[in-house]
């Protein structure tokens, strides 16, 4: 957390959301993945509504079908609204085209998933630098990076392993200091400790506490109570739309996990 | 960023090493025999083209055929006729005339007795008209044609025959029944088919009607043209002056016949060259089998990997990035492949194949590379498109 931080209010949300609605198909089998409320008297929906300011701790609950993972693509750039508006750190995401797309996908969003979606014979420092790659980075400045992001994670003495050659906890640590290496405005996880044991679990989460608490916005889809205890905000979707908001810690402070030992 | 392609389409291609160098083989054997089988029919081109040459390309052979009408009777070549084409002065065409009597007789020197492939009679003309030279000793000369010296100029296999490693020139051969003195030896010229040219006893014309044909018709005249660009008018002129020393009004009804070296070499060359066609068409389609061969390999490639696309688009990699990658890996698979494969032709092409020395044309070398290059960009694009435009949503969800 930088000590000039200007208060809250003072800077637009990272994350602005309106009305947006995903629906596949048409006519009479349409299905709307993400909906919002529905409008009154009519029917309609009206879409989803979200504001995510600047260094929140994000948890998107829901059980299946509820529209998370859908919500999850459109706030990460992999899928784009059928209506509404998204702003992605002050950028209309609606109005780009495929290669800002990516660019924004590199620059804004780090990405960790469920199955960690590392690629295959790539060492973990290579992993890591990856998105430095598309970037443009020159090599050595990307080999520093990466190397930092590696250490922050506490991987920095496995640079040299291969996927294959991790434990799931290990990879999924190199995928959060891949996601974090580009310095992005957002940290999007999907279920990231779906995949995990418990001792892994902790260890992830403990990393990505750290990262809140140093100030980098995250937000997290999971559908376990045990992992949005992290979490400053607990937003719980159904059918679509947003059924609750609720907040466990402010903003400017602490994720409300960090140090407490949790029981396993 | 050319530099990261690179080192992703190196890292793809050695992910899966074996079906890496499958493909490479395909490209390969199409380079190699594109190469090699081109070098083949070049090579037996060339090889038709020099023994041709050998026997001289602006010579012309005139023998007599038999009247096609029964009711004239069929005239001998003979001496006056080859004095008439040599005294032509309106056939400035032809150079020089040399008749020819062509006849066997057993040869005896000391106590080895041999048969040479044939004995001739000619003038001295003949041995730059037929393209002999000789190796050791002289020519006869026009002196001894004229006063029907003795002397005999030994063909290469002849003077092995008889002398072996002794020098012949100076030497005196029986021939039948008549002494000859041995005057020089040709040069071998090689087998170019059944008659051996080198096993010949080639003497002075008269000497030859006396001892052995008499003094009627000559078998054949050997015919030079100023140049080889002149053969077709100098055939003319011989056809012409012919026509009138034997009192023929229709050149269809001639007695004679004209060939000539290069009308051969023009019917071997065809020949030859619808050969090498072909082997290049073969050729090319193994190359065309090898390009399929990378497409193949490309498409099961990127549906193998589309998860790792997806994760590369989510991580922010351009679609041309990733299309970079693809074509990129294709086209290594067809360069490394080309390149082992001219490799391989041009080693191959060493070696001679069914009797042929392969004779290399730079030009398809170069073709080759390129267009197996060509077919790897090509081929590999189809591939490389569809792994660039796949929606990184898609590509993760993938399996």
Sequence with gaps: MTAQKPPAGARPPVIQIRQVIKSYGHGDAVVHALRGPSAPGGGEPLGVSLDIAEGDYVAVMGSSGSGKSTLMNILGCLDVPTSGRYLLDGIDV??????????????????????????????????????????????AERRRRALAALSLVGLAERAGHKPNQL????????????????????????????????????????????????????????HEDEVARHAKRVIRLMDGAIVSDVRQAEVDGPPPALGVEVGV | MLWQMLRFALGGLAANKVRSA????????GVASVILLLAVGNGSSVAVKDSITALGT?????????????????????VEDAKALATATDA???????????????????????????????????????????????????????????????????????????????KKIVLGSTPFTVVGVLQAKGSTGFNDPDDVVIAPLPTVQ????????????????????????????????????????DPAKADFRISSQSSLLTARESTTRTFTVLLGAVAAISLLVGGIGITNIMLVTVTERTKEIGIRKALGAPRAVVLGQFLMESTLLSVLGAGLGVLAGLIGSHFSIVGIKPVVIPESVLGAFGIAVAIGLFFGSYPANRAARLRPIDALRHE
């Design chain 2, 210 to 249: 006396n001892a052995f044909t008499g003094f009627g018709s000559v078998n054949q005249i050997l015919v030079q043209a100023g140049s080889a660009e002149q053969t077709t008018e100098a055939q003319n002129d011989v056809s012409r002056i012919l026509l009138g020393t034997h009192a023929i009004a």
């Design chain 2, 22 to 29: 499958l493909t490479m083989l395909g490209v390969l054997i």
């Design chain 1, 167 to 222: 434990s799931g906890g290990q990879q999924q640590r190199v995928a959060v200091a891949r996601a974090l290496v580009t310095a992005p405005a957002m940290l999007l996880a999907d279920e990231p400790t779906g995949n995990l044991d418990s001792h892994s679990t902790e260890e992830v989460l403990s990393i990505i506490d750290g990262l809140n608490a140093a100030g980098r916005t995250v937000v997290l889809i999971t």
């Design chain 2, 92 to 170: 400035p065409a032809i150079k020089s005339v040399a008749p020819v009597v062509t006849t066997t007789a057993t040869a005896l020197y000391g106590n080895i007795s041999y048969q040479p492939g044939s004995v001739v009679g000619t003038y001295p003309a003949y041995f730059e008209t037929a393209n002999q030279k000789v190796a050791r000793g002289d020519y006869f000369s026009n002196d001894d044609v004229l006063n029907s010296r003795k002397v005999a100029v030994l063909g290469s296999a002849t003077a092995k025959q008889l002398f072996d490693t002794e020098d012949p020139v100076g």
């Design chain 2, 58 to 78: 602006n010579s012309l052979t005139v023998s007599s055929t038999s009247a096609r009408g029964a009711a004239t009777a069929a005239k001998k070549l003979t």
């Design chain 1, 94 to 139: 609606g109005h780009l085209d495929e290669g800002q797309l990516s660019l924004v996908r590199n620059r804004k969003i780090g990405f960790v998933f469920q199955s960690f979606n590392l690629v295959p014979r790539t060492t973990a420092l290579a992993q890591v630098e990856l998105p430095l790659a598309y970037a443009g980075v020159r090599a």
